[in-house]
């Protein structure tokens, strides 16, 4: 079983920035995918971003070249940088970790973008 803490959500104004982290503790094999979806009210779930343990990277249309994702294997955390945010990325942000088809996830960590 696989523990994660997450921060870094809040209140953050159109345009502005916010970077959330995530470590995650317990039982985790070497090799594996970590990352962030999100949810928003009334929509299903996307892909925000994941990287592997390769530094491979995915991002959902939505957020690329507006939003990074790193990882720091030796503290198992990832993180995501968000910038230029719009109200529509205005979601609960979920922490993943995936090995082979076991995915886990966090506990979520609120983003709301409004003036």
């Known amino acids: 079983q696989v523990q994660f803490v997450e921060s870094g959500g809040g209140l953050a104004q159109p345009g502005g920035s916010l970077r959330l982290s995530c470590k995650a503790s317990?039982?985790?094999?070497?090799?594996?995918?970590m990352g962030w979806y999100r949810q928003a009210p009334g929509k299903q779930g996307e892909l925000v971003a994941t990287?592997?343990?390769?530094?491979?990277?995915k991002y959902g249309e939505s957020v690329k070249g507006r939003f990074t994702i790193s990882r720091v294997d030796a503290q198992n955390m990832v993180f995501l940088e968000m910038n230029s945010l719009k109200p529509e990325d205005t979601a609960i942000y979920y922490c993943?970790?995936?090995?082979?088809?076991?995915?886990?996830w966090g506990q979520g960590t609120q983003v709301t973008v409004s003036s």
């Open positions: 993943t970790l995936k090995v082979g088809a076991n995915s886990q």
């Open positions: 317990g039982e985790i094999f070497r090799i594996n995918i």
């Open positions: 990287i592997d343990t390769d530094g491979d990277i």
